[in-house]
């Protein structure tokens, strides 16, 4: 991923987050992806599932809704009946569907398209622990998800994606990686959109997104802002640039929780203007009054 702080030490934080408060971190490094969490992220635990429910009026502060096309791309004019969906425990939601039909998430994206009533639970994983299963000439097209439910009464979900399509979109093919208990697996897709890539269910564990294109592939991107905490009055920022990858911004804000300096998160629009392309440089401006210190930082999407 990529990050920088302004005015203080922009090394890559050591310490890390497990999903369950009772693993042991296991730092892994990311591969494969462009984007993401400047920090060494611990492997996300898929097996024990909180079914406590959270308040109503409380909301998971990672996800960020942003926007998930531009003005490059060809948006379709395809409308999904918008579900809002019941946090439980753990950053894990709940949503109950009553007929069958094709519904949108809300809070993540995620659309499902059900052949009856039935409740579904799912959360967004970190890809840190799946990276090394994302082989090149593959790379991460968008967020991992644990899905949880009867299998036989989904048809299909639909996983937004990151990418901008307004440029290419024939040499680009898309696929998800689906990690089962026996491995991993790379299986066909339905259909993909400027917005999401359709899956027939299979089975459910951990899927996700996967892209290879014989052309360069730009991503939308999110540029999330925080600012140092201590007793002084301070004019030190960290400033992370990802990918419209709520699995990478996960990352970012275990990083930031886990930092051996407190920050608090400035709430701002995080859409990026820039399109982001793998392996290229970025430099951060500012006008017309604020300093930057380093005066020229370079930032670079790493793989």
């Known amino acids: 991923g990529i990050c920088f702080c302004s005015g203080e030490d922009s090394s890559s934080e050591s310490s890390s987050e497990s999903e369950s408060d009772n693993e042991e971190p296991e730092p892994e490094q990311t591969n494969g992806e462009p984007g993401g969490s400047c920090a060494e992220e611990a492997s996300a635990q898929t097996e024990e599932w909180e079914e406590k429910e959270l308040p109503k009026e409380h909301s998971h502060s990672e996800l960020q809704k942003i926007q998930p096309h531009c003005e490059h791309c060809n948006v379709e004019n395809k409308q999904n009946e918008q579900v809002t969906p019941r946090p439980l425990s753990r950053e894990q939601f709940l949503l109950k569907l009553d007929t069958e039909g094709t519904y949108q998430c809300t809070e993540t994206g995620l659309i499902f398209e059900v052949n009856r009533k039935v409740d579904i639970k799912y959360c967004v994983l970190s890809w840190s622990k799946f990276a ?14 644990d899905v949880k439910c009867d299998p036989t009464c989904l048809t299909s979900i639909q996983f937004p994606h990151s990418l901008c399509l307004g440029h290419h979109n024939a040499n680009m093919t898309f696929k998800v990686l689906h990690v089962k208990s026996s ?3 790379l299986e066909s897709t339905m259909d993909h959109s400027t917005t999401h890539v359709k899956w027939r269910v299979s089975s459910l564990s951990p899927v996700g997104p996967v892209i290879q294109s014989e052309e360069t592939v730009y991503h939308h991107g999110a540029v999330i802002l925080y600012k140092a905490i201590d007793q002084n009055p301070s004019l030190s920022f960290r400033v992370y640039i990802a990918t419209n990858n709520e699995s990478f911004i996960k990352d970012i804000s275990k990083s930031v929780k886990h930092s051996s300096k407190k920050f608090m998160k400035i709430d701002k629009p995080p859409v990026c203007q820039k399109l982001l392309e793998n392996g290229k440089k970025y430099r951060l401006i500012s006008e017309p009054e604020a300093e930057i210190t380093p005066e020229v930082y370079i930032l670079k999407i790493t793989t």
């Open 132 to 145: 090394d299963l994302v082989v090149k000439p593959w790379v991460v097209g968008g967020p991992l998800f």
């Open 183 to 185: 491995g991993a697996s």
